[in-house]
């Protein structure tokens, strides 16, 4: 739900407060193609999200033992022939038992709060590509956004003597 309302509440800014700014003549500043590419963003952006909270992380059971059971022992982290004391199934290496969903996990990560899920072996690269896709959408949509308020600060002459000196007089007035 926190992730739902920090990226719609974002994009929901976006779309209503910096659109009309690239479609009301501003293209000297930020081309029109831009609002394709933020719509494009979004799309993947819920998508990536979806994919990776949708699909399973892989669940060990004594039936998928021999799929999962791919790593080698340390016998320092890893024990061979250690059993899961909530299972009572054999604890592979690099797996670990998730209290939240009340299963064997292979290739444990961590349980992502974000996607309400655990990342292990079958869902991991689905997570890469979420914080990829999210990373990058940070950076783009942070350059356009400056963009945007440049020009309005070019448009609306914020950076002339007279207007900085009306900003100065201003703060040392208050």
């Known amino acids: 739900i926190v992730y739902i309302c920090v990226v719609y509440g974002s994009w929901f800014i976006i779309f209503t407060e910096a659109y009309p700014l690239i479609t009301n003549g501003r293209e000297r500043h930020v081309s029109a193609y831009h609002k394709q590419v933020?719509?494009?963003l979004f799309i993947a952006c819920i998508s990536s999200w979806l994919l990776s909270?949708?699909?399973s992380p892989g669940n060990v059971t004594n039936q998928t033992m021999q799929r999962y059971d791919n790593y080698p022992y340390d016998n320092l982290l890893f024990v061979e022939h250690k059993i899961c004391p909530t299972l009572n199934i054999r604890k592979i290496a690099r797996s670990k038992y998730d209290r939240y969903t009340h299963r064997h996990i292979p290739r444990f990560?961590?349980?992502c709060i974000w996607l309400k899920a655990p990342i292990g072996e079958e869902n991991y690269r689905f997570f890469v590509l979420f914080l990829m896709v999210h990373a990058f959408m940070?950076?783009?949509?942070s350059i356009i956004v400056g963009k945007l308020f440049w020009g309005e600060m070019l448009d609306s002459h914020l950076l002339t003597r007279t207007m900085v000196r009306k900003l100065i007089v201003m703060m040392y007035t208050m």
């Open 38 to 40: 933020g719509y494009i």
């Open 53 to 55: 909270s949708c699909i």
């Open 109 to 111: 990560d961590h349980y």
């Open 138 to 141: 940070c950076c783009y949509g």
